[in-house]
Every structure is written in C-alpha cells, then in structure tokens.
C-alpha cells in the first residue's frame, strides 16, 4: 500500500488548511488510517485516526474541535481538515495505516506510511 498526501503549506494563525492521503490499493476489509505530526526536535505524535468498519474517530485532546478527519471511499482517500490552525501545529504531517481496528495508536503501530507534508503556522 502506497501513501501520498497532498495539501500542506503556509497559513497565518486562524486560517485553514486540508490534509489529503491517497491510498494506492484498499484491499483490507478493516483498517485503521491515522494522521501524525513531528514538529522539529520532538518526537512523532497521533493527531487524529478513522477506523473502518464503524467510521470511529478518535482525536488528540491537542486539536479536538479544531481538526476533523474523514475518508471518500470512492477514491481511497483520507482528509484532515485543520481549522483555526495555531502556530504550535506547525509540523510535517504524515498519513499512516495498519489493519488492525484495535490497539495503541503508537507510530510503531502503523505499518504504511506517507511521505509527509510540511504545514507552517505563522503568528
């Protein structure tokens, strides 16, 4: 399974940015799609992750209410919607998936893995 995302850039605090994966096959019958942040000098945290079947989402308390996730199943993609976006979410973001629905959403946890994409908050 490939992972290629798309959509970061630069915004001013407030603004707005969407966060896209496309996944290369979808062949799995469960899975779980997550998305990660590795800011500079800190190590790679979860910020958000959708499981199939169900549609469960789960959010780090660091961008609930502000970032939402969800998937188009027609074209095997995965967005993170970040709004009012703060200059301490200033990171490369990386999409990720495993098969499995249940466990730690630890990054060693997660077997596919994008390229990542920078996103830059500016005060």
């Known amino acids: 399974v490939q992972l290629v995302e798309s959509g970061g850039g630069s915004v001013q605090a407030g603004g707005s940015l969407r966060l896209s994966c496309a996944a290369s096959e979808h062949t799995f019958s469960s899975y779980t799609m997550g998305w990660f942040r590795q800011a500079p000098g800190k190590e790679r945290e979860v910020v958000g992750t959708?499981?199939?079947?169900?549609?469960?989402?789960y959010y780090a308390d660091s961008v609930k209410g502000r970032f939402t996730i969800s998937r188009d199943v027609a074209k095997n993609t995965f967005f993170l919607q970040m709004n009012n976006l703060k200059p301490q979410d200033t990171a490369v973001y990386y999409c990720a998936a495993r098969i499995e629905i249940l466990g730690p959403l630890a990054p060693s946890k997660f077997h596919y893995w994008g390229q990542g994409t920078q996103v830059t908050v500016s005060s």
């Open positions: 959708i499981s199939w079947p169900g549609g469960n989402t």
